[in-house]
């Protein structure tokens, strides 16, 4: 017997069956373990290319001056914020308060502007006839403009005078404004009385408003120009350093040519030759002297901002009609101080800025791993910050686990060790088979249906004002679906580890008098626990690692969450690790700092993976041996 299992049969190249057999799944082995490697060492190295390259933009980025002129940039969009919310909230109470007032006077200047395009030459001709003080000639031009008046007014619509339907439910004002353009003179120019009348009003009813709004308007006018400027300034500067790098290979470019040339040809060639400069290094000192001597009109500037900005604010009605007026000039006072304290800060950087100034590597290392802003394909300067990406990971990832680990946990312990045969045949196979439907289907599912339900159930007036949904792609909406992707892998593995809790374990427990919920809860779950932390880890690696689902829904707005609203972060539009990956990668040439930027992302993504996988090995061989 023992002879039988010792023959090998046949060699072929030296190996029996077996040896050809273990040698097969060996070299797979092997070949995945060095696809493996090529992988990660691909990885590590196009990532950390990064670094040198980002370091070198950092330098020109301050020689150039433009780090400057981007503290002048970053004051300039924090204060548009301020006009923005300004007009919004005027517009708004402006509607509110005198809607038909405004209705009146936009609908006059619309049809007046009919009337003239139409009736220029009937109203030059009036004119000229007056001039004359032809009688006939005058009763003829006021005949043909009258009309022209009529045929005008019987042929306009409504809709396309009054295009924002401010007069919609007012046909008697309709009615008032055709009657005052079938009397116009076009001569006199004179203003129906009832439209000076809107007009007034409305002009007296929002003056308050109206002035504190161009207060803030005007506030930034300096600063703005100040902007234009250096920005042109700073832009030329990093162009021309940029160019020079090239002189070199192309004055021995054009060298090269010139040897082939004779004549006059090479006379000009040698000439263009002769006229590129190469230096050692390139004059920034001398090109950013105007952006050196503009301190002081940068600080002036930023005075007479903050003066009329603070002024503008505190002038602003605290009484007004219209709600979203009301909630906006609300946030532009709450926002007012932060703004100032950055502001402050900014002018502070920016008086200290010197070109000159040493830029160390560990400044582009903090940058990438600490910054809050990525911003790609920038006319001004591309920004790589790791840390927007990070916590919209981390918070979609959290949500969907504060969904996900009770359900399933939940689930898996019922189906186990409380359900009947006939449920657990009805529920497991219902949980399992969400695994088989596409991420893009549940993306789908995400964008048309429970983001628009979600987002209509947030407005119920028992839901906080910090959890209403504005936007229905959000973290939120992405939490719940990845939840869903999550609940199979976590229920599965949670079941497999309750299923090998031996069974004399229960037996005892039962023995002893505790009731079923008892032995589960203190006997099963506890002795299955490094099991269920197990899966509860790899549902993380499942939700983490997650593309297709994110990059739909939610929302891809790569910015820090606001946290002064606190759970209202939960709503908010964020963008993930992964997601960026997905979307701009396709749109990089390779080699360049974006797209080693985007291998740098995908690297800290596998680290953050791989740590969570050494984290449960080593919890779940600790509790193993406890």
């Known amino acids: 017997m023992v002879k039988h299992f010792q023959r090998r049969g046949r060699k072929f190249f030296g190996l029996d069956k077996q040896g050809w057999i273990k040698g097969f799944f060996g070299s797979n082995a092997g070949i995945s373990i060095v696809v493996l490697f090529l992988i990660c060492f691909f990885l590590v190295v196009e990532a950390f290319r990064f670094f040198p390259a ?4 950092l330098k020109v980025y301050r020689k150039s001056g433009q780090e400057f002129v981007g503290h002048i940039m970053e004051q300039v969009d924090g204060y548009q914020e301020f006009v923005s919310f300004t007009n919004q909230a005027y517009f708004s109470e402006y509607d509110e308060r005198f809607g038909k007032e405004r209705g009146i006077k936009d609908s006059w200047e619309a049809l007046l502007g009919e009337i003239e395009d139409g009736g220029e030459d009937l109203a030059e001709a009036l004119e000229d006839a007056r001039d004359e003080e032809d009688e006939a000639a005058i009763a003829e031009a006021e005949s043909d403009y009258h009309a022209f008046l009529v045929d005008l007014t019987s042929e306009v619509e409504q809709e396309s005078i009054d295009s924002f339907g401010r007069l919609k439910n007012q046909p008697e004002v309709w009615a008032a404004l055709l009657e005052a353009a ?28 109206a002035q504190a709004k161009d207060d803030i308007a005007s506030a930034g006018t300096g600063l703005k120009d100040l902007r234009s400027k250096l920005t042109t ?51 920034y000192g001398e090109r950013v002297k105007p952006l050196s001597d503009s301190k002081e009109n940068h600080q002036e500037a930023v005075k007479t901002l903050r003066e009329k900005l603070t002024r503008g604010i505190a002038n602003l009605p605290g009484d007004l009609s219209s709600a979203k007026a009301s909630e906006l000039v609300e946030e532009i006072k709450k926002g007012r101080d932060r703004y100032l304290k950055n502001l402050d800060r900014s002018l502070r950087q920016a008086s200290e800025w010197e070109s000159d100034e040493r830029v160390d590597f560990g400044e582009s290392i903090a940058k990438f791993f600490f910054g809050n802003k990525w911003i790609t394909n920038s006319s001004w300067t591309d920004v790589y910050g790791l840390l927007p990406l990070l916590t919209g990971s981390v918070l979609i990832s959290c949500i969907a686990l ?54 209509q159930w947030s407005q119920a007036s028992w839901v906080p004002e910090f959890l209403q949904i504005k936007d229905r792609l959000n973290a939120f909406n992405a939490g719940l679906l990845l939840a869903l992707m999550a609940v199979p892998t976590i229920f599965t593995l949670c079941e497999d580890a309750l299923n090998n809790v031996p069974k004399s374990y229960s037996e005892a427990s039962l023995a002893l008098g505790a009731s079923k919920l008892q032995t589960v809860v203190r006997v099963i779950v506890p002795t299955a626990i490094s099991g269920i932390l197990a899966a509860v880890l790899l549902g993380l690696g499942r939700v983490i690692g997650e593309t297709m689902v994110v990059l739909l829904v939610a929302g891809n707005r790569i910015s820090m969450p606001d946290w002064g609203t606190g759970l209202g972060i939960m709503v908010q539009p964020t963008h993930t690790m992964t997601g960026i990956i997905a979307q701009e ?28 996988n050494i984290a449960a090995q080593k919890i779940i061989k600790r509790l193993g041996h406890a």
């Open 585 to 612: 990668m396709p749109e990089v040439g390779p080699g360049t700092l974006h797209y080693r930027a985007l291998f740098l992302v995908g690297l800290v993504l596998f680290s953050i993976s791989l740590s969570i």
């Open 54 to 57: 980002h370091h070198e933009g």
């Open 182 to 209: 079938l009397t116009y003179d076009p001569v006199e120019e004179e203003i129906p009385a009832f439209v000076a009348e809107a007009v007034r009003l409305q002009s007296e009813g929002m003056r308050s408003f």
């Open 402 to 455: 504060f969904f996900a680990v009770p359900i399933s946990i939940g689930a898996a312990i019922y189906v186990n060790r409380l359900a009947t045969q006939r449920e657990q045949t009805l529920i497991k196979p219902s949980i399992e088979m969400i695994q088989a439907i596409p991420s893009i289907v549940l993306g789908f599912f995400g964008i048309m249906i429970l983001g628009e339900h979600l987002q």
């Open 233 to 283: 300034i700073t832009s030329q500067i990093a162009k021309d350093a940029e160019n020079e790098k090239s002189n070199e290979a192309r004055k021995f470019a054009i060298l090269e040519g010139a040897e082939k040339l004779e004549g006059k040809e090479k006379e000009e060639a040698l000439a263009e030759a002769q006229l590129i400069i190469i230096r050692d290094e390139f004059p």
